[in-house]
C-alpha cells in the first residue's frame, strides 16, 4: 500500500516548527521586513532547534542524525509559513554544512563541519547564482584557472545569504573538467564582499555580492579534493528547499485570504460568497497541493539516492510561477488593503518574487 501520509515523528516535527513560526517569526516579521535585519535573538533561537547541527555527522562534530529531505521540507515549508526571510536566515548555513558533508573530502570535513556542530550559530554560504538574466546554474560565469599548486578564481556571485558574516564561501565555478565548487574562506586575498543588497523582497535577509578577483585556492580547496564533487547533486538539493519555502510562504497567503474574504462585506454580504472569489480561492487551495507533491516527490528521490535533477527542476519552477501567482491574487482578494502595511500581503508578494529569483541559497 502506498501512503503520502507524514510519519508520526514528521508530524510531531512539522507541529512543533508551526509553533516556532507561529510564535517566533511571525511576530518579528514585518519589524524585520522594514529594517532590513534579523536581531541576533533570534538567529541564536533558530539555532537552538538543530536544523543544522543535528544533521552534520557526528565523528565532525554534529549529533549524526539520518538527514531527511522529505522531512526537511515539511520543516521548511512551515517555517517560511511564518515568514521566508527569517526561514532563509535560519536554514542557510545548510546550504554549505550539507554539501561539505555530503561531497567534500574527510580533510575537508574535519576541518570546516565542527563549528556547525557547535551551539552558537555558524555562517557558511553556497554562492551559486550570478546577475543577469540568463543565468544557469549549471553553466557558471565565475571562471576557475588551473595552475600549478591550484586554482584561480574569476567572477562575481550574488545573493549570496548571511554573506555579511559567513566564514566560508562555496563558489560554483568553470573550469577544465566543467562546473566545479570551490571553498573560499573569507578572508582570500582578491575577494571583495560587498553587502547589504537592496532587494525587492527577503528585505530583511542580509545577501552579499562576491566579486572574485583572481582568487587563488590550493588544490586541496575544491570540494572533494581530488576526486572532486558533483554540483548538480548541490543545486537540486537547493532547488527542492526552495520549492518548499515557496509552498510555506504560498500557504500563508491562503490562510490569510481566506478568513479576510469572509469577514469582508461588499454590497451586503462577505465577498468570499462571491462566485469569483471563491473560485480564486479554491485554486489557489489546489495549486498549494499540487506545489508540495512535486516538491515531496523530488525530496523523496533525493532520500532515497536517486538522480532527482528532473523531479527537483519542475519542482523548483513550478514553484515559482504558482507561488507569484498565488501571492498576486492574494493581493487581488485583499483589494486596496493588499498594497498598504498593514497587512502582510504585500510583503509576501516581494518575498515570493524574490524567492522565484534565488538559485542555491540552502539545502535539504
Given at each position: 500500500?502506498?501512503?503520502?501520509?507524514?510519519t508520526?515523528?514528521q508530524?510531531?516535527?512539522?507541529?512543533?516548527m508551526?509553533e516556532?513560526?507561529?510564535?517566533a517569526?511571525?511576530p518579528?516579521?514585518r519589524?524585520?521586513?522594514?529594517?532590513?535585519?534579523?536581531p541576533?535573538e533570534?538567529?541564536?533561537?533558530?539555532?537552538?532547534l538543530?536544523l543544522?547541527?543535528?544533521?552534520v555527522?557526528e565523528?565532525?562534530?554534529?549529533?549524526?542524525?539520518?538527514r531527511?529531505?522529505?522531512?526537511n521540507?515539511?520543516v521548511?515549508?512551515?517555517?517560511a509559513?511564518g515568514?521566508?526571510s527569517?526561514?532563509?536566515?535560519?536554514i542557510?548555513?545548510?546550504?554549505?554544512?550539507?554539501?561539505?558533508a555530503?561531497q567534500?573530502?574527510?580533510e575537508?570535513?574535519r576541518?570546516?563541519?565542527p563549528p556547525?556542530?557547535?551551539e552558537?550559530?555558524?555562517a557558511?554560504a553556497?554562492?551559486?547564482?550570478e546577475?543577469g538574466?540568463?543565468?544557469d546554474?549549471?553553466?557558471?560565469?565565475t571562471r576557475?584557472?588551473a595552475?600549478?599548486?591550484?586554482?584561480?578564481l574569476s567572477?562575481?556571485k550574488?545573493?549570496?545569504p548571511?554573506?555579511?558574516?559567513?566564514s566560508?564561501?562555496l563558489?560554483?565555478?568553470?573550469g577544465?573538467?566543467g562546473?566545479?565548487?570551490?571553498v573560499?574562506?573569507?578572508?582570500a586575498?582578491?575577494?571583495?564582499?560587498?553587502?547589504?543588497?537592496?532587494n525587492?523582497?527577503?528585505?530583511?535577509?542580509?545577501?552579499?555580492?562576491?566579486?572574485l578577483d583572481?582568487?587563488e585556492?590550493a588544490?586541496a580547496?575544491?570540494l572533494?579534493g581530488?576526486?572532486g564533487s558533483?554540483?548538480q547533486?548541490?543545486?537540486?538539493?537547493?532547488r527542492?528547499?526552495?520549492?518548499?519555502?515557496?509552498?510555506?510562504?504560498?500557504?500563508?497567503v491562503?490562510?490569510y485570504?481566506?478568513?479576510?474574504?469572509?469577514?469582508?462585506?461588499s454590497?451586503?454580504?462577505p465577498?468570499?460568497?462571491?462566485q469569483?472569489?471563491?473560485?480564486?480561492?479554491a485554486?489557489?487551495?489546489?495549486?498549494?497541493?499540487?506545489m508540495?507533491?512535486l516538491c515531496?516527490k523530488?525530496?523523496s528521490?533525493l532520500?532515497?539516492?536517486?538522480v532527482?535533477?528532473r523531479?527537483a527542476h519542475?519542482?523548483?519552477d513550478?514553484?515559482?510561477?504558482?507561488?507569484?501567482?498565488?501571492?498576486d491574487?492574494?493581493?487581488?482578494v485583499l483589494g486596496g488593503?493588499?498594497f498598504?502595511?498593514?497587512h502582510?500581503?504585500e510583503m509576501?508578494y516581494?518575498?515570493a518574487?524574490?524567492?522565484?529569483?534565488?538559485?542555491g541559497a540552502v539545502?535539504?
Amino acid at each position: 500500500m502506498i501512503s503520502f501520509q507524514p510519519t508520526d515523528e514528521q508530524e510531531v516535527v512539522r507541529e512543533a516548527m508551526h509553533e516556532f513560526a507561529e510564535t517566533a517569526m511571525r511576530p518579528l516579521a514585518r519589524d524585520c521586513d522594514e529594517a532590513s535585519k534579523i536581531p541576533e535573538e533570534f538567529l541564536a533561537k533558530a539555532w537552538d532547534l538543530g536544523l543544522v547541527g543535528t544533521q552534520v555527522p557526528e565523528a565532525f562534530g554534529g549529533a549524526g542524525e539520518a538527514r531527511s529531505p522529505v522531512t526537511n521540507a515539511i520543516v521548511l515549508e512551515e517555517l517560511a509559513w511564518g515568514d521566508a526571510s527569517l526561514a532563509l536566515a535560519a536554514i542557510a548555513p545548510a546550504g554549505f554544512a550539507f554539501a561539505v558533508a555530503d561531497q567534500g573530502s574527510d580533510e575537508q570535513k574535519r576541518e570546516l563541519l565542527p563549528p556547525f556542530g557547535g551551539e552558537s550559530y555558524r555562517a557558511g554560504a553556497l554562492a551559486l547564482a550570478e546577475p543577469g538574466p540568463t543565468f544557469d546554474p549549471r553553466a557558471p560565469q565565475t571562471r576557475a584557472e588551473a595552475k600549478a599548486r591550484g586554482y584561480r578564481l574569476s567572477g562575481t556571485k550574488c545573493l549570496v545569504p548571511m554573506g555579511d558574516r559567513a566564514s566560508h564561501f562555496l563558489v560554483s565555478a568553470a573550469g577544465e573538467r566543467g562546473t566545479e565548487l570551490f571553498v573560499v574562506p573569507r578572508d582570500a586575498a582578491g575577494l571583495t564582499i560587498q553587502q547589504p543588497e537592496k532587494n525587492l523582497g527577503l528585505r530583511a535577509l542580509p545577501t552579499a555580492t562576491l566579486r572574485l578577483d583572481g582568487v587563488e585556492v590550493a588544490a586541496a580547496d575544491r570540494l572533494g579534493g581530488a576526486a572532486g564533487s558533483d554540483p548538480q547533486r548541490a543545486i537540486d538539493r537547493a532547488r527542492v528547499a526552495l520549492a518548499a519555502l515557496m509552498t510555506g510562504l504560498s500557504r500563508a497567503v491562503l490562510d490569510y485570504a481566506v478568513p479576510y474574504a469572509k469577514e469582508r462585506v461588499s454590497f451586503g454580504k462577505p465577498i468570499a460568497q462571491k462566485q469569483a472569489i471563491a473560485f480564486r480561492l479554491a485554486e489557489m487551495h489546489i495549486e498549494i497541493e499540487s506545489m508540495r507533491w512535486l516538491c515531496w516527490k523530488a525530496a523523496s528521490r533525493l532520500e532515497q539516492g536517486q538522480v532527482a535533477t528532473r523531479d527537483a527542476h519542475l519542482a523548483r519552477d513550478y514553484a515559482a510561477r504558482q507561488a507569484m501567482w498565488i501571492a498576486d491574487h492574494g493581493v487581488q482578494v485583499l483589494g486596496g488593503h493588499g498594497f498598504i502595511r498593514e497587512h502582510p500581503v504585500e510583503m509576501w508578494y516581494r518575498n515570493a518574487r524574490t524567492l522565484g529569483v534565488l538559485e542555491g541559497a540552502v539545502s535539504v
